[in-house]
């Protein structure tokens, strides 16, 4: 990242061709704003036509050869990274283990591989698409605005975790609006608030608990932790309000939220319903069944 305050200054990169100094010692190389770059461009491939290119990979003359050669990379120690993370992570579910080591060990793989293909691709993908650009489109198209296009390319790749991937969704979400309203303070969009990310806390804090107040199963987090912290948070002890509900006292739970256990109530009822359809459907069958037997012995 700490090439992006270079890269950001799209229009001197996509408006100028790459010379090799290689080639042309001493004639200037590079736009007046961008010298801080000549470390790097100064020994990028002559063939390179590029400026872009010549700083995003100066030492391979092929994008194409450079993602793939990123992505085969960078996949597997991505991957290592995640194997670690979640599996400390789940090392409280030990029990889960225990009754089913197959099952428990196959969601834990494809969780890893889909969160890695999503990481690795995402990255891969938005600085990739920044040559991608450069061969198909103008270099005075939307010399500024392919910055955010290349962004919502790379982030296609959500698709991979649109399953669970709500909390880095979440996320992505903060840091993009973070993001924006820093951009918006520098460019002279709005002004800035003092104290304002307290404010933004506050508002939110509150947001959580009215939604907490009046549908506490809507605060869904890691299981039941994230119910029991709020409930914590708001003197009422280490309780999930959602598991604590009565169902067989209509609805009424041992704290607030009846309308939950009305909800829980309806399921109980559903399956019970349910139960009794099937075990209806299977005497049927062996009564059937029996009857063909009586034929067949007469």
């Given at each position: 990242m700490a090439l992006y305050p270079f890269t950001s200054s799209a229009n001197h990169l996509y408006n100028s061709a790459f010379i090799s100094p290689i080639l042309f010692p001493t004639k200037p190389t590079l736009p007046p704003a961008l010298t801080a770059i000549a470390p790097i461009t100064s020994a990028a491939h002559p063939s390179i036509t590029s400026l872009s290119c010549a700083l995003l990979h100066p030492h391979d003359p092929s994008c194409t050869r450079t993602f793939l050669t990123h992505t085969l990379t960078v996949f597997p120690a991505v991957a290592k990274f995640f194997t670690l993370v979640f599996t400390l992570f789940s090392l409280p579910n030990y029990r889960l283990f225990l009754a089913g080591p197959l099952p428990f060990l196959n969601g834990l793989a494809r969780r890893i591989m889909r969160l890695t293909t999503f990481t690795t691709g995402a990255v891969g993908t938005s600085w990739a698409s920044v040559c991608l650009f450069n061969y198909l489109l103008?270099?005075?198209?939307?010399?500024?605005?392919?910055?955010?296009?290349?962004?919502?390319?790379?982030?296609?790749?959500?698709?991979?975790?649109?399953?669970?991937?709500?909390?880095?969704?979440?996320?992505s979400a903060r840091l993009s609006v973070d993001s924006a309203w820093k951009v918006g303070v520098k460019r002279g969009w709005w002004?800035?608030?003092?104290?304002?990310?307290?404010?933004?806390?506050?508002?939110?804090l509150m947001l959580v608990n009215g939604i907490y107040e009046v549908r506490p199963g809507a605060v869904r987090g890691n299981g039941s932790v994230a119910r029991k912290v709020l409930a914590s948070l708001r003197g009422e002890g280490w309780v999930d309000r959602v598991g604590a509900v009565d169902v067989?006292?209509?609805?009424?739970?041992?704290?607030?939220?009846g309308g939950e256990g009305l909800e829980m109530g309806r399921d109980v009822e559903g399956l019970e319903v349910r139960d009794r359809k099937?075990?209806?459907?299977?005497?049927?069958?062996?009564?059937?069944?029996?009857?063909v037997l009586e034929e067949k012995a007469e």
């Open positions: 103008p270099r005075t198209f939307l010399p500024t605005k392919r910055w955010y296009l290349g962004g919502f390319l790379g982030g296609l790749w959500a698709f991979m975790e649109r399953r669970s991937g709500r909390a880095n969704f979440l996320y002004k800035g608030v003092k104290n304002g990310d307290v404010y933004v806390f506050v508002a939110a067989a006292g209509g609805g009424e739970g041992k704290g607030e939220g099937r075990k209806r459907d299977a005497g049927a069958l062996d009564s059937v069944e029996g009857e």
